[in-house]
Protein backbone atom coordinates (compact mmCIF):
# COMPACT_ATOMS: atom_id res chain seq x y z
CA UNK A 1 0.00 0.00 0.00
CA UNK A 2 1.49 3.45 -1.24
CA UNK A 3 -0.22 6.48 -0.29
CA UNK A 4 0.89 9.78 -2.34
CA UNK A 5 -2.01 11.66 -2.10
CA UNK A 6 -1.53 15.38 -1.62
CA UNK A 7 1.34 15.76 -2.71
CA UNK A 8 0.72 19.40 -4.27
CA UNK A 9 3.67 19.54 -6.07
CA UNK A 10 4.75 16.17 -7.19
CA UNK A 11 4.97 16.50 -11.16
CA UNK A 12 5.84 12.77 -12.05
CA UNK A 13 7.54 9.62 -11.23
CA UNK A 14 10.55 7.98 -11.71
CA UNK A 15 10.77 5.57 -14.67
CA UNK A 16 11.66 3.44 -11.64
CA UNK A 17 8.78 3.19 -10.31
CA UNK A 18 7.42 0.71 -12.22
CA UNK A 19 9.89 -1.64 -10.46
CA UNK A 20 7.48 -1.85 -7.45
CA UNK A 21 5.67 -4.76 -8.65
CA UNK A 22 4.20 -6.32 -5.50
CA UNK A 23 2.59 -3.02 -5.04
CA UNK A 24 -1.10 -3.42 -4.76
CA UNK A 25 -3.33 -0.47 -3.57
CA UNK A 26 -1.72 3.19 -5.48
CA UNK A 27 -3.20 6.69 -3.69
CA UNK A 28 -2.08 9.33 -6.06
CA UNK A 29 -5.11 11.62 -5.79
CA UNK A 30 -4.60 15.03 -4.99
CA UNK A 31 -1.38 15.22 -6.30
CA UNK A 32 -2.27 18.54 -8.84
CA UNK A 33 0.36 19.12 -10.82
CA UNK A 34 1.21 15.53 -11.83
CA UNK A 35 1.08 15.75 -15.67
CA UNK A 36 2.11 12.00 -16.60
CA UNK A 37 2.68 8.30 -15.11
CA UNK A 38 5.90 6.52 -16.87
CA UNK A 39 6.31 4.15 -19.48
CA UNK A 40 7.25 1.57 -16.52
CA UNK A 41 4.13 1.95 -15.18
CA UNK A 42 2.38 -1.27 -16.94
CA UNK A 43 4.27 -3.13 -14.77
CA UNK A 44 2.41 -2.76 -11.67
CA UNK A 45 1.18 -6.27 -11.85
CA UNK A 46 -0.35 -6.71 -8.58
CA UNK A 47 -2.08 -3.42 -8.50
CA UNK A 48 -5.77 -3.60 -7.51
CA UNK A 49 -6.25 -0.36 -6.63
CA UNK A 50 -5.40 3.02 -8.34
CA UNK A 51 -6.67 6.47 -7.06
CA UNK A 52 -6.00 9.34 -9.40
CA UNK A 53 -8.65 11.44 -8.30
CA UNK A 54 -8.25 15.39 -8.81
CA UNK A 55 -4.96 14.70 -10.24
CA UNK A 56 -5.96 18.36 -12.43
CA UNK A 57 -2.94 18.29 -14.43
CA UNK A 58 -2.82 15.06 -16.30
CA UNK A 59 -3.35 14.26 -19.43
CA UNK A 60 -2.58 11.01 -20.54
CA UNK A 61 -2.18 7.66 -19.42
CA UNK A 62 0.76 5.88 -20.69
CA UNK A 63 0.25 3.46 -23.60
CA UNK A 64 1.74 0.27 -21.39
CA UNK A 65 -1.64 1.27 -18.96
CA UNK A 66 -3.46 -1.52 -20.71
CA UNK A 67 -0.99 -4.52 -18.90
CA UNK A 68 -2.19 -3.65 -15.60
CA UNK A 69 -4.58 -7.16 -15.83
CA UNK A 70 -5.23 -7.21 -11.54
CA UNK A 71 -6.34 -3.58 -11.64
CA UNK A 72 -9.81 -3.51 -10.08
CA UNK A 73 -10.55 -0.16 -9.19
CA UNK A 74 -9.71 3.23 -11.16
CA UNK A 75 -10.90 6.49 -9.81
CA UNK A 76 -9.67 9.20 -12.38
CA UNK A 77 -12.66 12.06 -11.15
CA UNK A 78 -11.95 15.28 -11.48
CA UNK A 79 -9.00 14.67 -13.96
CA UNK A 80 -10.64 17.53 -15.98
CA UNK A 81 -7.23 17.71 -18.41
CA UNK A 82 -7.65 13.88 -19.03
CA UNK A 83 -8.37 13.75 -22.75
CA UNK A 84 -8.46 10.61 -23.58
CA UNK A 85 -7.68 6.89 -22.94
CA UNK A 86 -4.96 4.62 -24.45
CA UNK A 87 -6.10 2.36 -27.05
CA UNK A 88 -4.98 -0.66 -24.84
CA UNK A 89 -7.57 0.39 -21.84
CA UNK A 90 -9.90 -2.31 -22.73
CA UNK A 91 -7.11 -4.99 -21.73
CA UNK A 92 -7.76 -4.11 -18.07
CA UNK A 93 -9.51 -7.66 -17.71
CA UNK A 94 -10.28 -7.44 -14.02
CA UNK A 95 -11.43 -3.86 -13.98
CA UNK A 96 -14.86 -3.86 -12.38
CA UNK A 97 -14.89 -0.26 -10.88
CA UNK A 98 -14.39 2.85 -12.83
CA UNK A 99 -14.96 6.57 -11.80
CA UNK A 100 -14.42 8.77 -14.99
CA UNK A 101 -16.66 11.61 -13.64
CA UNK A 102 -15.84 15.08 -14.03
CA UNK A 103 -13.12 14.74 -16.49
CA UNK A 104 -13.74 17.89 -18.54
CA UNK A 105 -11.49 17.26 -21.42
CA UNK A 106 -12.83 13.47 -22.39
CA UNK A 107 -14.00 13.39 -25.40
CA UNK A 108 -14.00 9.85 -26.43
CA UNK A 109 -13.26 6.15 -25.39
CA UNK A 110 -11.19 3.83 -26.78
CA UNK A 111 -13.01 1.63 -29.30
CA UNK A 112 -11.51 -1.46 -26.83
CA UNK A 113 -13.71 0.02 -23.94
CA UNK A 114 -16.13 -2.67 -24.58
CA UNK A 115 -13.84 -5.50 -23.92
CA UNK A 116 -13.69 -4.24 -20.05
CA UNK A 117 -15.76 -7.49 -19.71
CA UNK A 118 -15.70 -7.35 -15.70
CA UNK A 119 -16.48 -3.95 -15.53
CA UNK A 120 -20.05 -3.33 -13.17
CA UNK A 121 -20.12 0.33 -12.08
CA UNK A 122 -19.28 2.91 -14.80
CA UNK A 123 -19.36 6.83 -13.62
CA UNK A 124 -19.15 9.49 -16.66
CA UNK A 125 -20.96 11.91 -14.97
CA UNK A 126 -20.24 15.94 -15.93
CA UNK A 127 -18.29 14.49 -19.00
CA UNK A 128 -19.14 17.11 -20.57
CA UNK A 129 -16.74 16.93 -23.70
CA UNK A 130 -17.75 13.12 -23.97
CA UNK A 131 -19.49 13.08 -28.22
CA UNK A 132 -20.64 9.51 -27.85
CA UNK A 133 -19.92 6.05 -26.22
CA UNK A 134 -18.42 3.17 -28.54
CA UNK A 135 -19.94 1.21 -31.27
CA UNK A 136 -19.14 -1.98 -28.68
CA UNK A 137 -20.58 -0.70 -25.39
CA UNK A 138 -23.00 -2.91 -25.23
CA UNK A 139 -20.71 -5.75 -24.90
CA UNK A 140 -20.23 -4.42 -21.39
CA UNK A 141 -22.71 -7.63 -20.13
CA UNK A 142 -21.70 -7.28 -16.35
CA UNK A 143 -22.20 -3.58 -16.20
CA UNK A 144 -24.60 -2.76 -13.38
CA UNK A 145 -24.18 1.03 -12.86
CA UNK A 146 -23.87 3.50 -15.58
CA UNK A 147 -24.13 7.44 -14.54
CA UNK A 148 -24.21 9.37 -17.87
CA UNK A 149 -25.81 12.74 -15.88
CA UNK A 150 -24.23 16.07 -17.39
CA UNK A 151 -23.23 14.41 -20.70
CA UNK A 152 -24.35 17.52 -22.37
CA UNK A 153 -23.06 16.41 -26.12
CA UNK A 154 -24.36 12.62 -25.70
Do not use: M
Not at 15 to 33: A, N
Not at 128 to 135: M, R, T, V, W
Amino acid sequence: HLDLSSCYKLRSLPDSFGQLSSLQHLDLSSCWELRNLPDSFGRLSWLQHLDLSSCGQLRDLPGSFGQLSALQHLDLSFCQRLDGLPSSFGHLSSLQHLDLSSCLGLGSLPDSFGQLSALRYLDLAGCKQLGGLPANFGQLSNLLVLVLTECEQL
